[in-house]
């Protein structure tokens, strides 16, 4: 059992969740009749079929009123990390499960084959090319509302990549366009793609429903066709600190939304 800011997991995850996705997802969008959310959050390939707990990060919850709090209670099973929460007042919540910094990852070519290797301190064979060398840094959120919504919890956090929603995500039917805008470090991002995919848990298609591009304002919009849970995948590449143990981040931003008919 956890609460609060305790940190969850070990320093590394297995390698089973390597390539998987990260999300986070609430049971029910819907709190219970006394403000409860319960959430889970995992890495997996099919949406949302848990495969490896999302550990070693610090879960954060944005409240209506601007300020920001750590689940009420937490807990790590072997494949994903349940969260419950209390929604005491009226208006939108962030749920985040944090920045956590993963795997530090090297590629190289050597001989017409691509490799990789995961220790930064190991140097690649005599006659390689470097094709990359990065540690990945993941983050997933969701929205959730009691009684009225509103948009104080959509503040950007001007680090790092993060959607900010135009269109509530807790008030998007079916056939009306899902609006947001892509930021890194606080800019906008121009190209920047997105995957959409349609959770239908083992039958989820492992390619995604749709993909879109991000305009010179980083503005983005998909118009849903079916009711359902949507999962908005990106990814980013930037430089990284001085102090970084890879020069390169590769960031990686889910957020799970929720159409209705």
Known sequence: MFKHGILLGSIFLSTACLGHTPYLKPLSFEPSRDGMMTLDASFAEKFFVPEVAFANSIYLVSQPDGKTTTPDFMSQLKTRVVIEHKLEEDGTYRFSTGKRLGRVFKTYELDGKRHS????????????????????????????????????????????????????????????PFEFTSLFDGKPIEGLKVQVFLAKDQFTDEKPTLELISNAKGGLSFTPKEAGTYLLLARHRSDAPATSIAPQISNTYTLVIEAVE
Request: hydrophobic share 40%; net charge negative; glycine share 4%.
């Open 117 to 176: 290797m995961e220790n930064p301190a190991e140097s690649i064979p005599k006659g390689a090319k470097l094709l990359s060398f990065f540690q990945s840094l993941t983050i997933a959120e969701t929205y959730a509302s009691k009684g009225a919504p509103n948009d104080v919890a959509f503040s950007a956090y001007n680090t790092g990549l993060e959607f900010v929603p135009v269109t509530h995500p807790n008030d998007l039917f079916v056939y009306e």
